[in-house]
């Protein structure tokens, strides 16, 4: 079965502080792909992130950081000096072989930070 | 110019109404989608279409009928709404055929509220 969680519900940080989302993903499948999007407080989802199963290097974006071990199953986002514009939440999303063209997405984790 | 647009943005209804949700994509993309998010921000796939072929059909209730007049269109259509129908319905594409090899790009959301 696939399936993604994502298990902290809500996260308040103060500005500048650093935040780790936690994603944990469980598949059958050799090759999957691993997602994050962005839901601000505006509404639309943003892509930020795939990540192919096959490549487990470390990603780095300006603030954003994302840790993927195949090992323990995670796919875990790291914002560095977090500011009051990363306050919104963020899904981490699997898609695999074995689920014909959908992405399952986890419960979400809402972020607020605080100035 | 809007890569994945909807409308309406917001609709407000009573139950037992029809109403129809339009979504339209500029980016050539072959695969479009409708995902509902629940109240508890819960995203989950409805439908998906590929060349105007319906590829994923999700547990919906046949009161939902998806249309793709063609691959740049896809429309949503809900008869005799009910309350539990109350969400916000995002529509998105693909380049991939399979979501899971590419990025999804979002719409802005229609938020149904039914009365």
């Known amino acids: 079965a696939q399936k993604v969680t994502q298990a902290q519900t809500e996260i308040s940080v103060v500005e500048k502080e650093d935040v780790t989302l936690d994603c944990v993903y469980e598949?059958?499948?050799?090759?999957?792909?691993l997602f994050w999007y962005k839901q601000p407080p505006s509404g639309e989802l943003v892509f930020l992130i795939r990540r192919n199963s096959f490549d487990e290097q470390n990603e780095i974006s300006g603030r954003y950081s994302w840790n993927f071990q195949k090992s323990t199953s995670s796919f875990n986002f790291t914002i560095t000096a977090s500011q009051v514009v990363d306050s919104a939440v963020y899904f981490c999303a699997l898609g695999g072989s074995s689920n014909t063209g959908k992405l399952i997405f986890g419960q979400g984790t809402t972020l607020q930070v605080k100035p | 110019d809007t890569a994945v647009s909807q409308t309406p943005k917001y609709l407000v209804t009573q139950m037992g109404n029809d109403k129809s949700i339009k979504c339209e994509q500029n980016l050539g993309h072959d695969t479009m989608y409708w995902y509902k998010q629940d109240s508890k921000k819960f995203l989950k796939i409805m439908f998906s279409?590929?060349?105007?072929?319906?590829?994923i059909n999700e547990t919906v209730p046949n009161r939902f009928s998806p249309k793709s007049p063609d691959k740049a269109h896809l429309n949503l259509h809900i008869n005799s709404l009910e309350l539990g129908d109350s969400a916000v319905y995002f529509c998105?594409?693909?380049?991939?055929?399979?979501?899971?090899?590419?990025?999804?790009?979002f719409g802005e959301g229609s938020r149904l509220t039914v009365l």
């Open positions: 598949t059958r499948d050799t090759t999957y792909y």
């Open positions: 998105a594409s693909s380049q991939a055929q399979i979501a899971n090899t590419g990025e999804l790009f």
């Open positions: 279409y590929n060349n105007k072929e319906l590829i």
